[in-house]
């Protein structure tokens, strides 16, 4: 059974940084392309980037660029999300998905952006 | 980018009503779209995948059609557990995943 776990999420002062993770289990992780999807209080869910199987591919939402960066561990079968710069629009529910040759979520982390 | 619309935002229906929810694309994206249907505290759960596959397990009351720019999804006999919001979403390439705007289906 696919698992996904993030962690790393709270509560921070806009301009500060966290880094989330995601731990996977239940499937070949090094197979697959990993997404993080966020979704604001009360809002729709938001692609917010993903990487390919060897992340030698990486994108972003345009309101992400320069401020996020995604990078993944195969051999500890994790996802990380290392946001920058953070704004009160990124205030959000964070979830690490598999969304192509499958479609599995995490449970989300929930970060905080406030002063 | 890619934009995406969805209409109506909220629908109010029935039980046993047919309920039809309409995507649309701002450029075509062939038939690479989905649907997500979210209930509250809930990841979105996909119903949909390349507008017309119904995922394994989804009631077949739930059906998608459409191509290029505009897509639909119906419920052909609304039932209590399908009072939720429903999202389409585009994954014309890897760099582009955008959501719709959510279509809220309530009890009328």
């Known amino acids: 059974e696919v698992h996904l776990v993030e962690s790393g999420g709270g509560l921070v002062q806009p301009g500060g940084s966290l880094r989330l993770s995601c731990a996977a289990s239940g499937f070949t992780f090094s197979s697959y392309w990993m997404f993080w999807v966020r979704q604001a209080p009360g809002k729709g869910p938001e692609y917010v980037a993903n990487i390919n199987q060897d992340g030698s591919e990486r994108n972003y939402v345009d309101s992400v660029k320069g401020r996020f960066t995604v990078s993944r561990d195969n051999a500890a079968n994790s996802v990380f999300l290392q946001m920058n710069s953070l704004r009160a629009e990124d205030t959000a529910l964070y979830y690490c998905a598999i969304l192509r040759g499958g479609n599995f979520w995490g449970q989300g982390t929930l970060i905080t952006v406030s002063s | 980018d890619i934009q995406m619309t969805q209409s109506p935002s909220t629908l109010s229906a029935s039980i046993g009503d047919r309920v039809t929810i309409t995507c649309r694309a701002s450029?075509?994206?062939?038939?690479?779209l989905a649907w997500y249907q979210q209930k509250p505290g809930k990841a979105p759960r996909l119903l949909i995948y390349?507008?017309?596959n119904l995922v394994n397990e989804v009631p077949s009351r739930f059906s998608g059609s459409g191509s290029g720019t505009e897509f639909t999804l119906t419920i052909s006999s609304l039932q209590p557990d399908d009072f939720a919001t429903y999202y389409c979403?585009?994954?014309?390439?890897?760099?582009?995943?955008?959501f719709g705007p959510g279509t809220k289906v309530e009890i009328k």
């Open positions: 450029q075509s994206i062939s038939t690479w």
């Open positions: 390349k507008s017309s």
């Open positions: 979403q585009e994954y014309n390439n890897y760099s582009s995943w955008t």
